[in-house]
């Protein structure tokens, strides 16, 4: 026994240095991370669908307008979303004046107290998407048809911080693509649910996003110019897909375009307050990774299920071998050498380490659960909405 399983630990280790030195060559080859010039962060609209429900959703918003002063910002927020309203006009306020008093129509504000880089926040209030339709590509059509071509279209979520270095990367991105998007990272939870969320994506993010040529784009966070988003049709041909951030990269792929992945961060930050919220999270997730593979072919599906499928698994060959055996000698090589090489990634990607033994540990032993949930159960929780998935293509809510 003790043969195959320090064999397991060494294929663990040797497929992980392979796709860390993989990740480290395409970050010495991805664009810099420069802050811009003031006239070129003024041609950038970022546009932010606000759904209300994190704690963290004001400090979010109010730290981008900060980080990217000079950029104009379009906030989308549904009609019947009080708590965003009120997030929204709260921060509007404190960083200038409006008037709220005709809620339906779009408000645009200057804010004071940046000198000659000022916030302009454009409030629009959305309607509800129709059966089928993709809420956030609803929201971001009207948004689109009111950009000027010249301008780049940025799409940020609400719980997602980019600094402005990293939309210097983006930007140029854009000089070497159709489409740039950035690589997700978390700032530390206040939960240990959180704490395992945030371990999934930072051990992760730069490991499956790095190595391989973008087969999807990071939907958190990523840019086009309006003149190519509007040559391929804008939004309107994929309302009715349900991962957005999929729909996207082949709506770019089907019209010609190509994909820049930076690897400059985005700083993520999402309350999980219970094991139930981290269980849904990691469900959804796993569940839209489902339908990903589904539209890839064969030598993809291959690739990515060898290169993201298999660590997990050897993982618990080792930790189940070298319990039963009580000799824990590979199990230790396995988790310094896991240790080395995730350090090393992290202090080269992000500029630190972000790495938290016990959670990092534990949040890839249950990576195969949650990948089954994901499987086989296909109804998601989404914030405040509820869908029954059959296909990408193919969903409704459930109420």
């Known amino acids: 026994m003790s043969r195959w399983v320090w064999g397991a630990a060494a294929g663990y280790l040797a497929l992980q240095a392979g796709k860390t030195v993989a990740s480290l060559r395409a970050a010495s080859a991805a664009p810099p991370a420069v802050p811009p010039a003031d006239p070129a962060v003024a041609k950038v609209v970022v546009v ?26 379009v906030w989308l927020v549904d009609e019947d979303d009080v ?16 008037d709220f008093s005709a809620p339906n129509l779009a408000r645009t504000v200057r804010s004071n107290g940046l000198g000659d880089r000022l916030p302009r926040v454009e409030l629009r209030l959305c309607p509800p998407a129709p059966d089928g339709v993709n809420p956030k ?53 206040r939960t240990p649910w959180a704490r395992l969320v945030e371990q999934f994506v930072d051990n992760n993010a730069a490991l499956t996003y790095l190595p391989m040529a973008p087969v999807t784009i990071n939907g958190m966070c990523w840019a086009m110019r309006v003149a190519d988003l509007r040559a391929i049709g804008g939004f309107t041909p994929i309302l009715h897909n349900l991962t957005d951030d999929l729909a996207v990269a082949g709506a770019v792929r089907r019209g010609g375009g190509t994909i820049c992945q930076t690897a400059s961060p985005q700083w993520i930050t999402t309350t999980v307050e219970s094991p139930g919220h981290y269980v849904r999270l990691m469900h959804r997730w796993m569940l839209f990774a489902n339908l990903l593979l589904r539209r890839q072919p064969l030598r993809t599906v291959a690739a990515i299920s060898v290169l993201h499928g298999t660590h997990p698994n050897l993982l618990w060959a080792v930790l189940a071998g070298s319990v039963r055996s009580r000799r824990p000698g590979p199990l230790v090589a396995l988790l310094s050498g896991r240790w080395l090489l995730l350090q090393v990634v992290h202090r080269r990607i992000y500029g630190r380490s972000l790495h938290a033994p016990l959670p990092s540990l534990v949040s890839e032993l249950v990576q195969p659960a949650h990948l089954g949930h994901g499987a086989v159960q296909r109804t998601i929780r989404w914030r405040t909405r509820t869908y029954r998935v059959r296909s990408d293509d193919d969903f409704s809510p459930v109420r």
């Open 83 to 98: 708590e965003a309203r009120r997030v929204a006009h709260r921060i509007v306020r404190s960083n200038g004046s409006g």
């Open 137 to 189: 590509l609803a929201k971001l059509q009207p948004a689109l048809d009111d950009c000027a071509d010249d301008e780049v279209f940025l799409v940020l979520d609400d719980d997602t911080r980019l600094p402005r270095a990293s939309l210097g990367a983006l930007l140029g991105g854009l000089e070497r693509a159709t489409l740039a998007t950035g690589l997700p990272a978390y700032l530390p939870g």
């Open 48 to 73: 932010q669908p606000i759904l209300s429900g994190d704690p963290g959703l004001e400090d979010a918003l109010r730290d981008n307008l900060l980080s990217l002063a000079g950029a104009r910002f």
